[in-house]
C-alpha cells in the first residue's frame, strides 16, 4: 500500500519560515516526481513545487521562487519543502503527491498525502 505523509506544518508569522516533511512509503521512490500542491479556502489547488527523484530536477511557481526549496532524501523515502519568507497569501493546505514520469499536470499524480495546514499570520 503506497502512503504519503506530510508533517511540519503550523502558525507563523509572516517572515518565518517552516519546513514541510513527505515520508512515502510502498513505492519505488526513485520512479516517481513528488510535488507539493496547495489549496487556500475558497481557492483551486496550485502546484507549488516538485521534484523528479530519478534526475534531482525541480519546479517552482513563481510566487514561492526564492523563498521555497525543494529537496529530496532517497534514503528516507522523504522530500522537504523548506519555506522561507513566509506570506500571509501562503496560508494553505499543503499536500505532496507522487506522479510516475515527469509529473506536468496534476491529473499525473496517482497518489496523495492527506495534507497539513500552514498558517501566516501577519
Known amino acids: 500500500e503506497v502512503q504519503l505523509v506530510e508533517s511540519g506544518g503550523g502558525l507563523v508569522q509572516a517572515g518565518g519560515s517552516l519546513r514541510l516533511s513527505c515520508e512515502a512509503s510502498g513505492l519505488t521512490f526513485d520512479d516517481y516526481t513528488i510535488g507539493w500542491f496547495r489549496q487556500a479556502p475558497g481557492k483551486e489547488r496550485e502546484g507549488v513545487s516538485k521534484i523528479g527523484n530519478s534526475d534531482s530536477s525541480t519546479y517552482y511557481i513563481s510566487s514561492v521562487k526564492g523563498r521555497f526549496t525543494i529537496s529530496s532524501d532517497s534514503a528516507k523515502n522523504t522530500v522537504y519543502l523548506q519555506m522561507n519568507s513566509l506570506k500571509p497569501e501562503d496560508t494553505a493546505v499543503y499536500s505532496c503527491?507522487?506522479?510516475?514520469?515527469?509529473?506536468?499536470?496534476?491529473?499525473?499524480?496517482?497518489?496523495w498525502g492527506q495534507g497539513t495546514q500552514v498558517t501566516v499570520s501577519s
Open positions: 503527491a507522487a506522479a510516475r514520469g515527469q509529473g506536468s499536470y496534476i491529473h499525473d499524480y496517482e497518489y
